[in-house]
């Protein structure tokens, strides 16, 4: 499961920003993302937000 944005919509196809998975797949199911159902109180060391802090860039 990945939390992404939806830039636009052409018919049936979708384009996306921060998928986490390879151009051009398909995406098989969609859900509104809540803030409700998302996790809270999550901690990570300092590190893996250094490791991440440029992974979604182009």
Same mark, same amino acid.
């Given at each position: 499961?990945?939390?992404?944005?939806?830039?636009?919509?052409?018919?049936?196809?979708?384009?996306?920003?921060?998928?986490? #998975?390879?151009?051009?797949?398909?995406?098989?199911?969609?859900?509104? #993302?809540?803030?409700?159902?998302?996790?809270?109180?999550?901690?990570?060391?300092?590190? #893996?937000?250094?490791?991440? #802090?440029?992974?979604?860039?182009?």
């Amino acid at each position: 499961m990945t939390t992404c944005r939806i830039t636009s919509v052409r018919g049936r196809e979708l384009v996306v920003r921060g998928l986490d #998975a390879i151009s051009g797949t398909p995406v098989v199911d969609l859900k509104p #993302a809540m803030i409700e159902f998302q996790p809270t109180g999550l901690r990570q060391p300092d590190w #893996a937000g250094r490791l991440m #802090a440029d992974y979604f860039l182009p």
